[in-house]
């Protein structure tokens, strides 16, 4: 008996250890396995790309920003609501759809010629590039292409799509932006395209970027050539103010992505169009990666009125996230900010004009009304704003919603409010700014 009962204390006892021993290890492995999910997540970094529409600039938009009192353009309340959205982590780029004018010869529709002043601002503000071939490139011919890049040039603002001459497009073409995030170094490569020039041709030894496939084919193997993470096109394409893509802006997009574009982005429209998304193989036929085309980003500022929804366009954001380990890199999520074009004291002159982009959801339950709008603009807005979120839900893109302190961080400022102060010029010069008369009709 006495035997028997040491035995079993024995074997209780070896069962425990064993017991014990198994459970650590179930432990430490699944110690293990947090460890190692926590460092697999923490080698994720995260750059956002944000994309934007056409950046116009009529004669009203001229005549409003002039100062008669300093004799200067003040376009800081144009983008005062949008600057605070953008980071040191985020590459900001838009479609300048203009010339730039140090002549005093300004001109909206049909030609745009705009001053210089505008680039700066748009520099302050928080944009890092802007892509310029569109069919406005030509509208101030010769001058106005070449001074528009020197301009750019001169405030260190990144460009593509408009060059002096080939050995210009040679050396800067496509555009690679790298941005290094925590450590882990992002490489873009960015190419910009247009359909033509209005009939305004080109003047050598200048090159506007025209949509030719074969020449696109060209750029997107000199690309890849850089090894970048990503490959992005802005395309000016499209018919205007249509809210539906066309045929061939399909054909084309599809055959973008299959020759290795990851992103397409378009502009021309001055409508918001469908964002859409689609998996395709990579060139070793196994492989797969998500790719994104937005066919039209609508305006981000202009003084159109008509025809209906020129008023609105989007901030579209792309979230890349890179693997440090593997330096592999993918869209890991996009969605857009709808933002409407409000011009306060629109019941006055128009040198008080006051040109300003609203993000529409920071504003969206702004009970205090700390823009001021009236009432028929914010219902305006709203109204645009639903239905550009039942037009792009359909095709499944995703919006991103804020709130006011997004967007006014430091406190609430109205739009007519002074912030930039103005140096008054010694002997201040009015500005010349062109009238369009739309052509006579001629009766038989």
Request: hydrophobic share 35%.
């Amino acid at each position: 008996m006495k035997l028997f009962l040491l035995f079993w204390l024995v074997f209780s006892t070896l069962l425990l250890i064993s017991c014990y021993n198994s459970e650590a290890e179930v432990n430490a492995l699944n110690n293990k396995s947090v460890r190692e999910k926590i460092i697999e997540e923490d080698s994720l970094d995260t750059l956002t790309l944000i994309f934007m529409g056409d950046i116009m600039q009529h004669s009203d938009q001229i005549r409003s920003a002039y100062d008669h009192k300093s004799g200067l353009f003040d376009y800081e309340p144009c983008f005062r609501y949008l600057s605070p959205l953008f980071s040191d982590n985020d590459i900001v780029i838009a479609n300048l759809e203009l010339t730039l004018n140090d002549k005093n010869d300004y001109s909206g529709y049909p030609t745009f010629r705009s001053s210089d002043a505008l680039a700066s601002y748009l520099k302050s503000a928080g944009f890092d590039v802007l892509v310029t071939a569109n069919n406005h490139s030509n509208d101030n011919k010769k001058y106005g292409l070449i001074h528009t890049l020197d301009v750019l040039d001169s405030i260190k603002l990144l460009h593509t799509g408009t060059f002096r001459d080939s050995s210009d497009r040679e050396k800067n073409y496509p555009l690679i932006m790298e941005k290094n995030i925590n450590g882990t170094s992002f490489r873009i490569a960015l190419l910009s395209y247009t359909y033509g020039t209005n009939g305004l041709p080109t003047t050598k030894p200048n090159i506007v970027n025209p949509i030719d496939t074969i020449l696109i084919k060209e750029d997107i193997g000199k690309a890849k050539k850089s090894n970048p993470d990503m490959i992005i096109s802005y395309m000016h394409w499209g018919d205007e103010y249509q809210l539906i893509n066309n045929k061939q802006q399909e054909k084309l997009a599809k055959w973008l992505w299959e020759n290795g574009i990851d992103a397409v982005i378009g502009s021309h429209p001055h409508v918001i169009q469908p964002i859409i998304t689609d998996t395709i193989f990579n060139d070793d036929g196994i492989s797969s990666k998500n790719v994104i085309c937005a066919y039209s980003l609508g305006n981000l500022i202009s003084n159109q009125f008509s025809p209906r929804y020129t008023d609105i366009g989007l901030i579209f954001e792309l979230k890349l996230v890179k693997n440090k380990k593997s330096s592999k890199t993918e869209i890991a999520k996009h969605s857009y900010l709808p933002v409407w074009r409000y011009i306060h004291h629109q019941d006055k002159p128009v040198k008080q004009w006051v040109h300003t982009i609203i993000p529409v959801s920071a504003f969206e339950s702004d009970s205090l009304n700390f823009l001021g709008m009236p009432k028929e603009k914010r219902n305006s807005m709203l109204d645009k704003y639903k239905f550009v979120q039942k037009h792009l839900n359909k095709f499944g893109a995703i919006e991103r919603k804020l709130n006011y302190l997004d967007v006014v961080k430091s406190g609430i400022l109205p739009p007519d409010s002074v912030v930039t102060i103005l140096t008054p010029l010694e002997k201040p010069v009015a500005p010349k700014i062109r009238h369009y008369e739309p052509p006579k009709k001629t009766t038989e």
